[in-house]
């Protein structure tokens, strides 16, 4: 079967009869989130107040989001930024812990892996942006 919405029944023959069950209807899904659009912020140069964040092309998985999924580091010096990620629908958010406004110039690496979506496809490929 191919990835789409399917209605099926179960067909039942005996030697009484045939016997038909409810229809159920279901999806099947077995491709993991894609980036979709450019990381925020857009134009790749963070300011104060500026959203960090990617968008999916369908809705991801918002449980466990903090446990080594994503992560932002300073490329200038090697070190790493903490991270608040939250999600919602097909969107994650990144919020850095402590102020990055000192670090303006500097080359920020926002990487994000192994995101699924809503029924268990985890995608295999890390997404990386840059602000600086």
Known sequence: MSD????IRLKLT???GT???ERVNGLIDRRAPQLFGKPEPTDDV???GDQIGM???EHI???NLNTNRVFMRN???GTNIPVQVSGYQNKLA???LNSIASLNGKTIRVIVKNISDVYGNTRNVSDTSGVS
């Open 55 to 57: 968008n999916f092309d």
């Open 75 to 77: 490329i200038t010096d």
């Open 46 to 48: 963070y300011s104060a």
């Open 61 to 63: 998985a918002n449980t």
């Open 19 to 21: 016997v038909y069950t």
């Open 4 to 7: 789409s919405a399917f209605s």
């Open 14 to 16: 005996c030697p009484s």
């Open 94 to 96: 990144i919020t850095p």
